[in-house]
């Protein structure tokens, strides 16, 4: 339900080098952030989020890992393969289990950008993986926190829009509609996700608000 002569970008592509269309070109885009109020290694790609009608940038963690795989059955044991000595997240160790098969994962020291990239790369063609995302970090109001995104949305409509046709493409389904918040799934989570949720609340008339789902962590400096 894009407004007439808007275009939607492709949500379906992971590889963080490509950016939606809508995506804001920040001056620092793509360098490593040096701030002591961010953890090493984290770098500014213009991921942001939107939490009560106010923009929140986020940068992109070198250290940390989340991945969703393409089922449940035999998650735990991809999961070991993934960190074993040779597999992509060699050096990376398991931190837990963000909801139904997706994992966190986590090193002790940052990876440069480049090195994260092709790790990532590797990681999201690995047999059995459906996706593979950075965590962010938020250094906006109540930061810094960590936040690994999932593979849902928590959207608000303004109940003048069905529901039906705002979630038709892109999506898996939705559920809910109390007060008009909905839960709506996607096959991918992570920076996709992250991407869709600011389309809808962006481009799409009915859209009041629009985040993916996502678990915090505070950190301590």
């Known amino acids: 339900m894009a407004a007439s002569g808007e275009s939607k970008p492709n949500l379906r592509d992971s590889n963080e080098d490509q950016k939606p269309e809508i995506a804001a070109m920040e001056p620092l885009e793509g360098r490593v952030f040096l701030s002591a109020s961010a953890p090493a290694g984290s770098w500014d790609a213009g991921d942001y989020y939107w939490s009560s009608d106010q923009k929140y940038p986020l940068l992109r963690a070198t250290d940390e890992m989340v991945v969703g795989f393409e089922h449940t059955k035999g998650a735990p044991r991809l999961a070991r393969e993934l960190i074993a000595e040779d597999g992509p997240l060699r050096g990376f160790k398991f931190s837990q289990w963000l909801g139904s098969g997706i994992a966190n ?4 020291t940052p990876l440069t ?6 790790t990532r790369r590797k990681t999201d063609a690995a047999p059995g993986v459906s996706w593979a995302s950075p965590g962010f970090v938020s250094v906006g109001q109540g930061g810094p926190f960590r936040m690994s ?5 928590y959207v ?6 069905d529901p039906a046709e705002v979630f038709a493409k892109g999506f ?6 109390e007060d008009n918040h909905y839960t709506v ?3 991918k989570g992570g920076v996709m996700a992250l991407r869709s949720g600011n389309w809808l609340k962006e481009h799409v008339p009915g859209v009041i608000q629009a985040s993916a789902d996502h678990w915090s962590t505070v950190i301590l400096l």
């Open 105 to 108: 994962f986590k090193r002790k």
């Open 113 to 118: 950008v480049a090195k994260f990239r092709a």
């Open 149 to 153: 995104v999932v593979n849902s949305l």
């Open 156 to 161: 608000t409509l303004d109940g003048t829009v």
């Open 172 to 177: 898996t389904g939705y559920s809910g509609g």
């Open 185 to 187: 799934n996607m096959v």
